[in-house]
C-alpha cells in the first residue's frame, strides 16, 4: 500500500551546503563564518515547505545509495516526506548544492545536480507503470516541478500524456536553468514561479517590472506566472489579467531557499482555494518570515495584515 500524498515534487534532493559571512565580501574574501549542511534542493525545498503549510508531499528524485544519501532519506522521512517513488541508484552519489552568502545576500554557488540529470526519465516509472498514474489515466493533482532536470526531460514532460491532466508548478531552479522551461510553455495547467531575470531569459528580453514580465509569459503560453522582483512589487499573472502585491519591509538573514518558500506557500493557499490577492499575500509574508530567520507557518502567513 503507497502512503497517502496530496502533491508531488519532482526534480533535486540534495544536500545544502551553505555558508555564511556576518559582514559584506568581496571577490577572493577569507572570512569567518557559519557552515550548514540541511536536506535541500529545489523539489524537497518546496516539498519542506508545502509539509509546513500542511499539505502531504511526495518526492520524485534521484538519490544515491551512499551514505549521504542514506542520511539524506531518513531526514526525509522523519520530515513526513513520502520517499517511496525515490530512486535509489547505487551507481550514483548523492547530489549537492555549495553556496555562500554574505549579508547582502547570495555571493555565489554551485549545484551539482548531475546525479539527477544522469537518471533522466527513470526518475518518473511511478507515473507510468500505474503506482500514481499511466498514459490512459493521468495523474490529476499539483506537481512541483524544478528546472534541474534536463531540457530534454522537461521537453518530453510537456507532451506526456502521464501529465496532460497535472497542476504544474514550475521553477527554473537558477536564472541559468530558466530557459530549459521553455518547452513547458504551453502546458494547458502550467504555472511558471520566475524571477525578474529568469522570465527575461526565458522569452529572450530585459523587463523592467515583475507586472510587465507576468503580462509577457501569459501572452506567451503560459496559463499562470508568478513573477518576484526583490523587495519590489510581485505579479501574479493569468489569463484574465495581472494582479501585483509589496513584499513586507525585513531584515535579511539567509537567502537560499527564499523563492522555494514563496512558491511552497503560494501552491499550498492555492489549492486551498484562496481569492487570488489572499493567497499572493500569504505567499510573500511566508517567504518574508523566511529571509528574516523565522520558522514559516501557515498560521502565520494566513495572519498577514
Not at 574574501?29 to 550548514?36: E, K, L, S
Not at 526519465?121 to 498514474?133: K, M, S, T, V, W
Request: hydrophobic letters at 50%; charged letters at 20%.
Amino acid at each position: 500500500m503507497q502512503t497517502a500524498h496530496d502533491i508531488l515534487c519532482i526534480g533535486s534532493v540534495l544536500w545544502d551546503i551553505v555558508g555564511r559571512a556576518p559582514g559584506p565580501m568581496v571577490f577572493g574574501a577569507d572570512v569567518p563564518g557559519r557552515i550548514r549542511r540541511i536536506p535541500g534542493g529545489v523539489a524537497l525545498n518546496i516539498a519542506m515547505g508545502v509539509r509546513r503549510f500542511g499539505m502531504r508531499p511526495a518526492l520524485i528524485s534521484a538519490v544515491g545509495c551512499d551514505a549521504e544519501g542514506d542520511e539524506l532519506i531518513a531526514a526525509c522521512g522523519e520530515m513526513g516526506l513520502v520517499c517511496d517513488y525515490v530512486l535509489r541508484d547505487e551507481h550514483l552519489p548523492t547530489d549537492r548544492y555549495m553556496a555562500i552568502e554574505d549579508v547582502g545576500g547570495l555571493v555565489a554557488a554551485l549545484a551539482d545536480a548531475h546525479s539527477l540529470e544522469a537518471a533522466g526519465a527513470r526518475i518518473l516509472e511511478a507515473l507510468e507503470d500505474g503506482r500514481l498514474g499511466s498514459a490512459e489515466a493521468p495523474y490529476p493533482g499539483p506537481i512541483a516541478l524544478d528546472g534541474n532536470l534536463t531540457e530534454p526531460l522537461l521537453t518530453e514532460i510537456a507532451v506526456r500524456p502521464t501529465f496532460a491532466a497535472a497542476d504544474l508548478r514550475v521553477a527554473p531552479a537558477s536564472p541559468g536553468k530558466a530557459t530549459r522551461l521553455r518547452p513547458l510553455i504551453g502546458h494547458p495547467g502550467v504555472t511558471f514561479y520566475v524571477n525578474l531575470e529568469e522570465a527575461g531569459l526565458i522569452l529572450g528580453t530585459v523587463f523592467t517590472s515583475a507586472d510587465r514580465a507576468a503580462e509577457a509569459l501569459i501572452a506567451a503560453g503560459v496559463a499562470r506566472a508568478l513573477v518576484t522582483d526583490g523587495a519590489r512589487p510581485v505579479a501574479e499573472g493569468r489569463a484574465e489579467g495581472v494582479i501585483t502585491d509589496h513584499p513586507p519591509v525585513v531584515t535579511v538573514t539567509r537567502i537560499t531557499g527564499a523563492g522555494d518558500t514563496l512558491m511552497a506557500a503560494h501552491i499550498a493557499a492555492d489549492t486551498r482555494g484562496m481569492a487570488r490577492d489572499a493567497a499572493l499575500a500569504a505567499a510573500l509574508t511566508a517567504a518574508a518570515t523566511y529571509v528574516s530567520g523565522g520558522d514559516p507557518s501557515w498560521t502565520d502567513a494566513v495572519a498577514a495584515p
